[in-house]
């Protein structure tokens, strides 16, 4: 019987910058001064952050939070890309892209203090919640873009999800959905190389996660996740794509979660010192700050001054967060309709009776 | 006013309220040029075009899970999942978001969408056609879960869900879809959302239904009125939030309950309604509450499914023994 081709498909790897920070001229994305110093602090912040957040979980001021350590330029350059009427959808170790996007670290610092106050997304702003199910909040990015579509609007949607997202139903789903309505979304795919213990090569057989894009009928990208540069490109071109009625793409990031899982997870259980120890020499904030360097734009003298004032933000953002007191129990009543339901009424009265002081 | 079916009631709430709010859009399988497998989105494609009545891939997650992510940015979908048996696929992205999504966000961002989904027993329809699992809606705060009986509810009951800023699940009793017509009016009214109906007055016993069960019930409560008896019947209409008030206030006067309802009886709604009557009035019933229900059995192939549907000589029983208590 004789056969003939019906498709060929390929998937394209993009590297700007590389490990040692250095820069591919005609690939180079212009961005201005501001742009590539506001990409550097965030990145410094957010692994700041992350470190301060983990000393203050083991003291037990913080709950079981995921680290975000070593993907700050998947998640800052990615944000970056988004104008203001664009909205992003995160997973749960999003605190980067969240600082990208404006919001404040005590939000951050008061969410993981066990309060929804942190979750609460200033006017404005079209940055959505904390998405713990595994992929879960893949769907509400496309129908939210299909929204965009039917209101006319000249915007797009950028979504969030690991290696490990890629196995669940609702990624496969939602791309189906947003290639068939060409929604104007992008699929950000931080493939950290672990799903808590279980290694991407587990995950699937499939060589890239950036191929799965193909059988949806869209475009599939590989980049180096650790690349600034890179994913600012990536990024910036699918969602001036999704704009201009092109439809989604997915951008498959390779990177590294140099961290546990969560607080509650130790990785020594599943990976080994050696592994995490390459990842260092690939780190994205140390070949940014080499670029920066080399353009003329960062010196030692910035370096310890920006280091101080990140420190001094943190103090200021923990002590703002420690100060808001526990709220009361009517908050935990008061959002779950728009309106009190009688149950509902009578449920708080009791709570308020019992309330913990 | 025209006589219309449950079908042809829900089909004009949605045409007429499209027609009032450009932001409401229906998605789901075979909605469009299919016009649903019921016909309840019979035309809507015709009259508002592909943007606004969605043929969906088939897919029951990505159906709320997109619906949720429309909502969230100021359109009001109505997503069908063409039988509820299939929605279990999407209760993740229910549990999981729609409800919680006002809470999560302190109000920043709201989740005001319908999901219907014809519901019960009762139409020899393949397995997983015909349960009851209202109460797992039920058991999720932040989700409302309506059930309308009779064509005029179903309209005003479906325009009511529509506007309501939180989610609501609308279940659709498929056996009452084409079992009877009424006289709905042609304009758009709503029904309130958390008010049971009382039916008839009564004086010597309560009896609680909802969903295609009302009318088995009502063919025994006549029965029973024909010997001499006087029964106060409620339709709860919302099975959450549900009027508590209609039925304490009523078993206040009558001192008997029987609550029934074709899903199983092991947590059903029906636990809840006897438990809140006990909690709040129990020195006013004059006798046990009786639940007549489903089955705690896989619901049958169709060959059994009267067997397993509550009958009104079942019905009929369980009052008459509460009344002679």
Redesign the interface.
């Known amino acids: 019987m004789p056969t003939k081709e019906v498709g060929r498909y390929s998937v394209t790897y993009l590297q700007i910058l590389d490990e040692s920070g250095i820069v591919d001229k005609e690939l180079e994305p212009v961005l201005t001064k501001d742009q590539l110093l506001f990409l550097y602090k965030t990145m410094v912040q957010a692994r700041k952050l992350d470190a301060k957040m983990i000393s203050m979980q083991r003291q037990g001021r913080l709950g079981t939070f995921a680290p975000v350590k070593g993907q700050e330029a998947s998640q800052v350059a990615s944000a970056m890309a988004l104008d203001q009427d664009d ?1 992003m959808f995160p997973a749960f170790r999003e605190a980067a892209a969240y600082l990208a996007r404006g919001t404040d670290m005590k939000g951050i610092l008061l969410y993981n203090r066990g309060s ?2 942190g ?3 200033p ?1 404005g702003q079209n940055n ?2 904390v ?3 595994v992929a ?16 006319k609007e000249q915007a797009a ?1 950028l979504v969030y999800f690991g290696d490990g997202a890629t196995s669940e ?2 990624f496969h ?2 791309l ?2 947003a290639g ?2 060409k929604a104007p979304v992008v699929f950000l795919c931080q493939n950290n190389q672990w799903a808590i213990s279980v290694p991407r090569q587990r995950q699937t057989a499939s060589a890239t996660l950036a191929q799965k894009a193909i059988a949806y009928g869209f475009a599939g990208i590989q980049v180096d996740g650790n690349d600034a540069l890179a994913v600012y490109a990536a990024t910036k071109n699918a969602l001036d794509k999704a704009k201009q009625g092109g439809g989604p793409t997915l951008i498959e990031c390779i990177t590294y979660r140099m961290e546990m899982h969560t607080t509650a997870d130790d990785p020594s259980k599943y990976r080994s010192d050696e592994e995490v120890k390459a990842w260092e020499a690939k780190d994205p904030i140390k070949r940014f700050k080499v670029y920066l360097q080399q353009k003329n734009l960062w010196d030692e003298r910035q370096e310890a001054k920006l280091q101080q004032d990140v420190d001094a933000e943190i103090e200021k953002a923990v002590q703002d967060a420690e100060a808001v007191p526990k709220r009361r129990v009517d908050e935990m009543f ?5 309106e009190l ?4 009424q009578e449920e708080r009265d009791t709570a308020r009776r019992y309330q913990i002081l | 006013m025209a006589k219309l079916t449950m079908v042809q009631a829900l089909n004009q709430a949605l045409l007429q309220e499209m027609k009032r709010d450009n932001t409401v ?1 229906v998605l789901g399988e075979d909605v469009g040029k299919d016009g649903g497998v019921f016909r309840v989105t019979e035309g809507l494609l015709n009259t508002f075009g592909e ?2 009545v ?1 043929d ?2 088939l ?1 029951e ?2 159906i ?12 009001k ?1 109505v997503a069908e999942i063409q039988f509820s048996g299939f929605a279990y ?1 999407a209760y ?2 229910l549990e ?2 729609a409800s919680r ?10 989740c005001p969408l319908v999901v219907r989904a014809p519901y019960g027993g009762g139409i020899r329809a393949l397995e997983h056609h015909s349960e009851s699992k209202e109460a797992i809606y039920a058991h999720t ?2 989700l ?1 879960v309506v059930i309308p009986s009779t064509p005029y509810d179903a309209k005003g009951l479906l325009i009511s869900a529509i506007r309501d ?2 989610p609501v699940i609308f279940l659709e009793p498929k056996r009452v879809y084409r079992a009877i017509k009424e006289e709905v009016p042609d304009e758009l009214y709503t029904i309130p959302i ?1 008010k049971a109906n009382i039916i008839k007055e009564g004086a010597d016993c309560t009896v609680v239904s909802w969903g295609a069960a009302m009318k088995t019930t009502k063919e025994a409560v006549e029965e029973i009125e024909q010997e001499g008896k006087s029964i106060e019947l409620i339709d709860l209409r919302t099975i959450s ?1 549900f009027d ?2 209609a039925i304490i206030e009523s078993v206040k006067k009558t001192g008997r309950l029987v609550i029934v309802h074709e899903a199983h009886k092991m947590l059903g709604l029906g636990a809840e309604i006897s438990a809140i009557v006990n909690e709040k009035c129990i020195l006013s019933l004059e006798a046990p509450i009786i639940r007549v229900t489903g089955y705690d059995v896989v619901f049958p192939f169709f060959e059994l499914e009267n067997e397993y549907l509550p009958s009104a000589k079942r019905v009929k029983d369980g009052i008459t023994e509460v009344l002679a208590y």
């Not at chain 1, 008061?334 to 728009?338: K, R, V």
């Not at chain 1, 339901?341 to 509902?344: D, E």
């Not at chain 2, 809470?103 to 709201?110: A, E, I, W």
């Open positions: 909205w929804e106050e979750n609460r997304t006017q959505f919640m998405a713990i199910p879960s909040q893949i769907p509400h990015a496309v129908g939210c873009a299909m929204a965009m579509t039917i209101k949607c139903g609702d789903e939602s189906n959905f068939v309505y008061n959002y779950t309709f728009a339901s009688p149950r509902l | 859009v943007q606004r969605m969906t891939p897919a997650s990505a709320v899970g997109t619906a949720i992510g429309m909502a969230i940015n100021g359109i979908p696929y993740p992205q999981a978001h999504i006002r809470n999560r966000s302190r109000g920043r961002f709201t705060p932040g409302k800023p939180d958390g939030p508590e008030e």
